[in-house]
């Protein structure tokens, strides 16, 4: 009868810790930005705006308009212990750039994950959420790159 109790109890935690190990569930937030210029132009706008800060590509397919990076890493902002040893973070950029007629649509979304420097964290990633900051800062640059593209008369 305690075993049965017992049961009862860990078979929800089981389940839930279980269900938790993916990480974030669903799909992450996206970001859009909608430029006046042909696709062709912003496509070129972005590839070259990854070239320029040495972002490795994964994916690159113009004829569905999708790019992927290469994971980015970096120290993330949380620390542990005396020496404040950083927590690990990575990303990986999605965008999909559409032609809407006389504009062109970039949406984007980042896959951040993170790990810890001690433990069992030590050899796992965790999905976390992003803030978007990412999202936004290679938007903006993108339309820079446009901005930079159609003032050289680029069409």
């Not at 992450?28 to 430029?35: G, L, N, R």
């Not at 800060?53 to 970096?74: A, H, M, P, S």
């Not at 999202?135 to 159609?150: K, M, P, Q, S």
């Amino acid at each position: 009868m305690c075993l049965l109790r017992l049961l009862w109890i860990v078979l929800p935690l089981v389940i839930a810790g279980c269900a938790g190990l993916g990480g974030l569930g669903g799909k992450p937030h996206t970001y859009s930005e909608t430029f006046q210029a042909p696709f062709d132009v912003v496509w070129d706008a972005t590839i070259k705006m990854f070239e320029a800060r040495q972002v490795e590509l994964e994916k690159t397919d113009n004829g569905q308009g999708k790019i992927v990076t290469q994971w980015l890493y970096r120290e993330g902002e949380k620390s542990m212990g005396v020496r404040r040893v950083p927590w690990e973070e990575r990303h990986r950029l999605t965008l999909r750039i559409k032609d809407k007629g006389r504009v062109t649509e970039v949406s984007a979304y980042a896959i951040v994950e993170e790990k810890g420097p001690g433990g069992t964290q030590a050899y796992r990633w965790t999905r976390m959420e992003s803030t978007g900051d990412l999202e936004r800062e290679v938007l903006n640059a993108i339309g820079e790159n446009v901005e930079l593209l159609t003032q050289k008369g680029v069409r």
